[in-house]
């Protein structure tokens, strides 16, 4: 186990190599080995879940492959975590922290944990960044459960008044959404909860309701 750590560490430092974080730090030396130490400390410093830490954003932050860990020797449980860590191309950050919820192993979530703690320790001056991360180790924690509901809706009666889809597939808790109104000011919307408590349009299906208040 620990040649798979040091192993883990020379491919993370090499894929990383000249990146850097918010501060200016050196990615792999301030961010990556800061959440590898983190997983250490619950795990013990030879879990296989040390290699998980030093390779959790590969995939994701350089051109290192699942079929690169493979070929040097990494095991399938530490790649198949790996992956579980890689937000996917369009998936919504706070989906992303649910899915790994949902469906990571106990490592990937520890792992995934580590991560947002050390994110959200550097955002202190930093409140939007600061907002995002406490939602996040919200989510990871289990106190807060989030997702998105794709839409099919041609016409939403609010009102009395017909607003016109904003294009999105996806929206999600807390996102804000412009709403545009035939010939009338668009306006932006924060949505506050999606749900199934569905209802009829005339020439429609039942769709899925939003709630939604007016941005503050």
Request: with cysteine; hydrophobic share 40%.
């Amino acid at each position: 186990m620990k040649r798979l750590i040091q192993t883990a560490r020379v491919i993370s430092r090499l894929a990383h190599h000249g990146q850097k974080y918010g501060n200016g730090e050196d990615y792999f030396a301030y961010h990556i080995n800061g959440v590898a130490d983190e997983v250490a400390l619950h795990w013990g410093p030879e879990h296989w879940a040390v290699a998980v830490a030093l390779l959790h954003d590969t995939f994701e932050d350089t051109a290192v492959t699942a079929n690169d860990l493979n070929q040097l020797g990494i095991p399938t449980r530490v790649i198949k975590a790996v992956e579980t860590l890689t937000r996917r191309e369009d998936e919504a950050y706070f989906s992303y922290v649910q899915r790994v919820k949902s469906e990571g192993t106990d490592v990937a979530i520890s792992v995934k944990k580590a991560d947002i703690e050390f994110n959200l320790a550097e955002s202190q001056d930093h409140p939007k960044r600061l907002e995002r991360y406490t939602k996040a180790l919200a989510i990871i924690d289990g106190s807060l459960i989030v997702g998105t509901q794709s839409l099919e809706i041609s016409w939403v009666s609010e009102s009395g008044m017909l607003w016109m889809p904003w294009g999105n597939s996806q929206v999600e808790i807390g996102e804000t959404v412009t709403l545009h109104r035939s010939n009338r000011t668009p306006m932006e919307f924060v949505i506050s909860e999606i749900n199934q408590e569905t209802f009829t349009f005339p020439k429609h299906k039942v769709r899925t309701t939003l709630k939604c208040g007016p941005q503050s």
